[in-house]
């Protein structure tokens, strides 16, 4: 079959996680919204986990034989 799941897999990761790396940078040293998470940016660590999980998703994709059409 010709269908890699890889790619929107990758995509939909990436910009979410895109989208919690800028809240996480926009709310750094609010430290009323971080006061329950134990003053963890959780935006920022779970974005930069989102973004290495849809590169590790993307990459493998666009790398492989007939670019993951």
Same mark, same amino acid.
């Given at each position: $079959? %010709?269908?890699? @799941?890889?790619?929107? +897999?990758?995509? &939909?990761?990436?910009?979410? *996680? +895109? #989208?919690? =790396? %800028?809240q996480g940078v926009l709310t750094q040293g609010n430290t009323? $919204?971080?006061?329950?998470? @134990?003053?963890?940016? +959780?935006? @920022? #660590?779970? %974005?930069?986990?989102? =973004? =290495? &999980? *849809?590169? %590790? $998703? @993307?990459i493998p994709a666009l790398l492989s034989k007939g670019g *993951?059409?």
């Open positions: $079959m %010709g269908l890699d @799941l890889r790619k929107p +897999i990758g995509y &939909f990761f990436l910009l979410l *996680g +895109i #989208i919690l =790396v %800028g009323v $919204m971080y006061a329950k998470s @134990l003053d963890y940016n +959780i935006n @920022l #660590i779970w %974005g930069v986990v989102l =973004v =290495v &999980f *849809g590169l %590790g $998703m @993307l *993951g059409k």
